[in-house]
Structure formats: structure tokens, C-alpha cells
T-cell receptor, first 110, second 116 residues
């Protein structure tokens, strides 16, 4: 089955810095890659996603890039703010099944 | 608010017991997915139902079962509970079969299950 590796497991940045989280996947049949943000005790919230036929997608301060050949995709957050602090999960979808990475705890210090 | 409703929010029970978790999908969504989230295992896919039929199974134990009813709500039944079953259980829903990229999954607020 699909295997998704996510790095780093924790990331501490200063407010205003950029943050990058990287994921790799194993199944070349995966065709959709969402990112979820989960605040403590809350539900995972979809923040951005990318399809396998697109290399990059941007939404205000967040962007996702996908390299199908290398089977990796990344989340970029610019101008980080304290409210960006949360756990971020990447996922890869094959058919209807999402396989999640283990998550990255992002801490943004004021 | 994602539009996905899960009840109850919290459940405390003892080992060996049986519980039922309930999920109502967003209006218009035909697919329901169940996930287990524990500290050491992250978000693990359990099972997917589409319009009443089972479509995919993940790491779901034989002690666990699910079904989706004609009104599209779903129930996850957990039996012979063990301490290790303590976790957050999330339900998600999506349009259609969930296969297409334009059918993202939206999560409910979860049920926190504590086994004493």
C-alpha cells in the first residue's frame, strides 16, 4: 500500500519567517495530495491541495509544490504568524483512500 | 463548521464493553470515511462507505465494524474494547465516490474515546 513520510516532526520558527514541510510518497498511482492543519483538540482542516497534473498551487501565504518524478511534495508557509502554530499533515490519495504522514508540529514564536 | 456531525463528543467506558459512534455527513456527500487518531499512530484510515456500500478497508480491527444507512449517516461499532482503543475517532465525508481529485474529504469534530 501507500506509504507517506513527513519531515520534520517538529519545526520552530520566529514570527515572519518561512516554514517548509516535506513529504514523500511511494505509490505512483496516487493522484491527489491534500494538506490538513489540526489545532490541539480540533478536527483536521483542509488548507490546500494539489492534483497530480499540477506542479504548484498558491493560496495567499501558503503554497504547495509537487514533484511527481521524485514522488515528493512540500508545503510552504510565508510570513508565519502565531496562529499558524498547529500540527500539519500531508496525505496522498489513491482511488478514494487517503494515507497520511505522521504530522509536523509547527511552533511560531512571536 | 465542516458540516460533518459526530456524536457523542466524548465517551468513557471500560474494557470489554461495546460502543457505537455516529456520523452524519455534509449535505450532498455520499461518502463517509472513518479514521482513528492516536498519539503513536497518527491518522489511520479505517473504512470507507459510499451510498450504503463498503468501498475500502484500511487498518480496521475485526472487533470494529461500520455501516452506512439509507439516510447516509454512518455508525462505527467498537466491541470488546481494550485500553489501546483509546483514541480520537474522526469521520469525514466527500462528494461522490471520493475517487476524483475534486472530491476532498472534510472532517467532523471527532469522538474522544477513553477506555478505563
Amino acid at each position: 500500500g501507500e506509504n507517506v513520510e513527513q519531515h520534520p516532526s517538529t519545526l520552530s520558527v520566529q514570527e515572519g519567517d518561512s516554514a517548509v514541510i516535506k513529504c514523500t510518497y511511494s505509490d505512483s498511482a496516487s493522484n491527489y495530495f491534500p494538506w490538513y492543519k489540526q489545532e490541539l483538540g480540533k478536527r483536521p482542516q483542509l488548507i490546500i491541495d494539489i492534483r497530480s497534473n499540477v506542479g504548484e498551487k498558491k493560496d495567499q501565504r501558503i503554497a504547495v509544490t509537487l514533484n511527481k518524478t521524485a514522488k515528493h511534495f512540500s508545503l510552504h508557509i510565508t510570513e508565519t504568524q502565531p496562529e499558524d502554530s498547529a500540527v500539519y499533515f500531508c496525505a496522498a490519495k489513491r482511488y478514494s483512500t487517503l494515507t497520511f504522514g505522521k504530522g509536523t508540529m509547527l511552533l511560531v514564536s512571536p | 463548521d465542516s458540516g460533518v456531525t459526530q456524536t457523542p463528543k466524548h465517551l468513557i467506558t471500560a474494557t470489554g464493553q461495546r460502543v457505537t459512534l455516529r456520523c452524519s455527513p455534509r449535505s450532498g456527500d455520499l461518502s463517509v470515511y472513518w479514521y482513528q487518531q492516536s498519539l503513536d499512530q497518527g491518522l489511520q484510515f479505517l473504512i470507507h462507505y459510499y451510498n450504503g456500500e463498503e468501498r475500502a478497508k484500511g487498518n480496521i480491527l475485526e472487533r470494529f465494524s461500520a455501516q452506512q444507512f439509507p439516510d447516509l449517516h454512518s455508525e462505527l461499532n467498537l466491541s470488546s474494547l481494550e485500553l489501546g482503543d483509546s483514541a480520537l475517532y474522526f469521520c469525514a465525508s466527500s462528494l461522490g465516490t471520493g475517487v476524483l481529485p475534486n472530491q476532498p474529504q472534510h472532517f467532523g469534530d471527532g469522538t474522544r474515546l477513553s477506555i478505563l
